[in-house]
């Protein structure tokens, strides 16, 4: 009882930075991964809820529409439908919750845009699955305040990468040195940089 009365008041005297464990706390429950609902629905039904949970969109492969809406996600015979493409823009996605995209085989597309979870770690994770490094071939790293030059050279395990577009990313120091690292790596890379 006194922990509770101690946290009541914290939150009275310290609003805003109550506010700010709250939705990361929350945000942290949102990419807690379910295996059994996994093994229940499929890995890419499963990643689809947990995208959407978390404010990222899905495309289908064979449909040109984005998913934003949870509750409308098309239903039908399990694994029918297989993520081509995710739209993490300004989602919660966070690094706990990436093992949901281990059993993707059709990802071709991912967009992290203002994603403020997203750090070297996730883009260590994404690169060490292996079907991602032999379906994606499209990446987009935009105003992640937490990727460094760790981060983006470990996308050079993305051995089917044609195109990569970063920006506004100040934890890049050594842009050179990284860029030469990734096209040394994948000589057929397409690489747009806005770093400055």
Same mark, same amino acid.
């Given at each position: ?6 946290? /009541? ?10 506010? =700010?464990? %709250?939705?990361?706390?929350? #945000? ?12 229940? /629905? ?22 040109? =529409?984005?998913? *934003? +809406? ?20 300004? $989602? ?17 597309? /991912?967009? %992290? ?17 292996? #079907? ?13 305040? #937490?990727?460094? +030059? ?7 395990? *993305? =051995?089917?990468?044609?195109?990569? %577009?970063? $920006? ?11 860029? +030469? =690292? ?13 770093? +400055?």
């Amino acid at each position: 009882m006194r922990l509770l009365s101690q946290a /009541v008041k914290f939150a009275g005297t310290h609003p805003e930075r109550s506010r =700010r464990h %709250f939705w990361g706390w929350l #945000n942290a429950v949102f990419n807690k991964v379910d295996y059994e609902r996994i093994k229940a /629905v499929g890995p890419d039904r499963a990643a689809a809820e947990w995208l959407l949970r978390c404010g990222a969109k899905v495309r289908f492969q064979g449909f040109d =529409r984005w998913h *934003l +809406d949870y509750n409308a996600l098309p239903t039908g015979s399990l694994g029918r439908y297989k993520i081509q493409a995710i739209d993490a823009t300004e $989602s919660c996605i966070m690094y706990k919750g990436f093992d949901y995209l281990d059993g993707l085989k059709h990802l071709e597309e /991912v967009k %992290f845009n203002k994603c403020i979870y997203i750090e070297d770690a996730c883009l260590e994770r994404l690169t060490s699955i292996e #079907n991602l490094q032999e379906s994606l071939y499209m990446m987009e790293v935009v105003s992640c305040g #937490n990727v460094t +030059d760790k981060g983006i050279i470990a996308l050079h395990k *993305l =051995r089917k990468l044609e195109y990569l %577009f970063l $920006s506004d990313l100040p934890g890049i120091k050594d842009r050179q040195t990284t860029v +030469d =690292r990734l096209q040394t790596a994948l000589p057929h890379l397409e690489i747009q940089l806005d770093l +400055d």
